[in-house]
């Protein structure tokens, strides 16, 4: 089992070395997404080292807790997370997008250890992580399901049909988790098809719904033992976080959603990442 008792100080730092990650992944890569990446680190972080049963040296451990990403477009941050628990060298982290690589676009279940599901298309996770919730329940078995899902995709009819199954069925084992960053590609989220009250609406859905500073690990964490804590309904935490996070030139702006930093672009991004590291230690990382 990966949980271990990691300081608040040491998660914001391994927060921080992913967003390095993810921006070196970028540039190299020459394609991919940034904003959403950048905004997750905190979130993925707070999973993987912190509340999540999973055992890289046995990616296929029955009993291990699975994560679903929906939003598969920022899989950036879920291979560099993966790749710093030690699911696979962290040199491969340089590979993403290249012919023949492991690390594709969107996540390919069958290709990487650690991925529990191939991802593109907005909308479905919810689904995919309601059925595999299902079937932990069926089986009597302990483990949980965490599905990330974007606010965009809120805007996919199929993400309301699966909140009605996971209510009906009171999958208290499967928690979602939404990056409430308020842009979507072609723009702010209120602006192309707006999505308050979002916390009323799955609660009407029959939903336990939590509302979390999405850059806080130690109140991500808090949130999801909350969610083990209810025994008869699923649970949402709203994660209100900024897109671009770390990268001030990137932060809320919605351009950023889909396109990679360029040379000069990334070595600023990093200076800055970088210098945010003696922050940390000192305490003050804002």
């Given amino acids: 089992?990966?949980?271990?008792?990691?300081?608040?100080?040491?998660?914001?730092?391994?927060?921080?070395?992913?967003?390095?990650?993810?921006?070196?992944?970028?540039?190299?890569?020459?394609?991919?997404?940034?904003?959403?990446?950048?905004?997750?680190?905190?979130?993925?972080?707070?999973?993987?080292?912190?509340?999540?049963?999973?055992?890289?040296?046995?990616?296929?451990?029955?009993?291990?807790?699975?994560?679903?990403?929906?939003c598969g477009h920022i899989a950036p941050v879920l291979y560099a997370v993966l790749s710093r628990c030690g699911y696979f060298p962290r040199k491969e982290l340089w590979t993403l997008r290249k012919l023949g690589t492991r690390l594709q676009g969107h996540p390919h279940n069958l290709a990487l250890p650690g991925v529990e599901n191939s991802s593109g298309p907005l909308g479905q996770g919810l689904s995919q992580a309601?059925?595999?919730?299902?079937?932990?329940?069926?089986?009597?078995?302990?483990?949980?399901v965490y599905c990330v899902m974007s606010d965009g995709e809120q805007q996919e009819g199929q993400i309301w049909e699966?909140?009605?199954?996971?209510?009906?069925?009171?999958?208290?084992?499967?928690?979602a988790l939404m990056d409430?960053?308020?842009?979507?590609?072609?723009?702010?989220?209120?602006?192309?098809?707006?999505?308050?009250?979002?916390?009323?609406?799955?609660e009407a859905f029959g939903w336990h719904v939590l509302e979390v500073d999405g850059h806080n690990i130690e109140a991500i964490i808090d949130a999801?033992?909350?969610?083990?804590?209810?025994?008869?309904?699923?649970?949402?935490?709203?994660?209100?976080?900024?897109p671009g996070k770390g990268v001030h030139f990137m932060e809320r702006d919605f351009n950023w959603h889909g396109k990679p930093p360029k040379k000069e672009e990334a070595k600023h991004a990093l200076r800055h990442l970088r210098s945010m590291e003696g922050r940390i230690v000192c305490g003050d990382s804002e």
């Fill in 1 to 70: 089992m990966f949980k271990q008792n990691y300081t608040e100080k040491q998660l914001k730092k391994i927060a921080n070395s992913v967003r390095q990650d993810i921006v070196k992944m970028l540039v190299k890569a020459g394609s991919g997404h940034s904003a959403g990446p950048l905004g997750m680190a905190d979130v993925f972080t707070a999973l993987y080292f912190a509340v999540m049963r999973h055992d890289p040296k046995k990616p296929n451990w029955k009993d291990r807790d699975r994560l679903v990403l929906s």
């Fill in 130 to 144: 309601a059925g595999m919730a299902l079937a932990a329940l069926m089986d009597g078995a302990s483990w949980r």
């Fill in 162 to 175: 699966a909140a009605m199954f996971a209510a009906k069925n009171r999958l208290y084992n499967l928690t």
């Fill in 180 to 202: 409430r960053n308020n842009i979507q590609i072609d723009g702010f989220t209120e602006d192309v098809m707006p999505l308050e009250p979002l916390r009323d609406k799955y």
């Fill in 224 to 242: 999801c033992h909350e969610a083990e804590a209810i025994y008869e309904k699923p649970t949402l935490i709203i994660c209100h976080t900024i």
